[in-house]
């Protein structure tokens, strides 16, 4: 599906945060190992919260009449982690049927990935392991997740070329349609020093089965704007944006939802569509609907 959307739309939106939604919603509480992903299983107002953050952005991509892409909240379920935090070891393939369920039988299509995030913390690219062991890592989550009704992968939020190409491998092998996330920062490069150009060209010319395309996301487009030019990023398909045009790593850990205008934040996600070409938009931390639906309302 993910292949056939880019195909046929200009534009498709992505969804907008919900762990860090979650995360600022009175009365609920992160695993502290799986983040929101127990919430498939309950308590109920946890689960109605997130349900409810998901029935918004499929209601808004409704109304504007455009495709829309969500992740099955699979980011933290590594086998390791699965282990240490004692929950059902179906957890992956209950958090994809999970999101399944939600997608509506009419209006524009609804595309659900399973998203796979990096070993360590996604912003020390210092700590992310070589590409064999990387791909080792990944290996049993992949495999689990392209088993499921999953409609692609995404590797997401990663700060480390040599780990990206490792899971890059796994999911290549697996069959499934997949795309890869770099975490970026203020200079427009991978957070491990690479330029964003080198490293979609590194993977693709590493691979057998390359990405669909390439996202960044837990960044801000002017970071994209201000140090590419139109043709650099022909690879790229997609952000996910913070709100804020602050630092990544000053934000991580923030006691507050930091967030710029977000018509200037809208501002700026339109030119980077329109002058490089970037079809999927959507949110990372510090977004929420509004952030949704202006995306929706980009013309061009």
């Known amino acids: 599906m993910l292949a056939t959307l880019l195909e046929s739309h200009r534009l498709i939106l992505a969804e907008c945060a919900v762990a860090e939604r979650l995360r600022r919603t009175p009365g609920v509480e992160l695993h502290p190992i799986l983040f929101h992903t127990p919430f498939i299983y309950g308590p109920d107002a946890a689960r109605e919260a997130m349900v409810s953050i998901y029935h918004g952005y499929i209601d808004a991509a409704k109304r504007a009449g455009l495709p829309l892409l969500l992740t099955a909240p699979t980011w933290r379920l590594d086998a390791s982690r699965v282990a240490a935090a004692g929950v059902p070891a179906t957890i992956n393939p209950d958090a994809v049927a999970f999101l399944t369920e939600l997608r509506p039988d009419d209006g524009p299509p609804v595309a659900v ?41 995404l590797a997401q939020t990663f700060p480390s070329v040599r780990e990206a190409l490792g899971v890059a491998r796994a999911m290549a092998a697996s069959g499934k349609p997949y ?42 487009p002017r970071f994209l704007l201000d140090h590419h030019r139109p043709g650099d990023l022909d690879r790229l398909i997609g952000i996910q944006a913070n709100g804020s045009s602050r630092d990544v790593t000053a934000l991580d850990g923030a006691a507050a939802t930091e967030a710029d205008p977000v018509e200037t934040w809208a501002a700026s996600m339109a030119e980077l569509h329109v002058s490089h070409g970037v079809r999927i938009l959507g949110g990372c931390c510090g977004t929420s609907l509004p952030h949704l639906e202006a995306l929706a309302a980009i013309k061009g």
């Open 113 to 153: 990935g399973a998203l796979v995030g990096p070993k360590g913390d996604c912003y020390r690219p210092e700590l992310a392991p070589d590409t064999d062991e990387a791909e080792r890592f990944h290996t049993p989550q992949v495999r689990e997740l392209a088993e499921t009704a999953a409609d692609f992968l």
């Open 179 to 220: 795309a890869i996330s770099f975490c970026t920062g203020t200079d427009g490069r991978v957070l491990d020093g690479t330029p964003l150009p080198d490293a979609m060209a590194r993977l693709d010319d590493s691979l057998v089965r390359p990405p669909a395309g390439y996202f960044v996301n837990c960044t801000h």
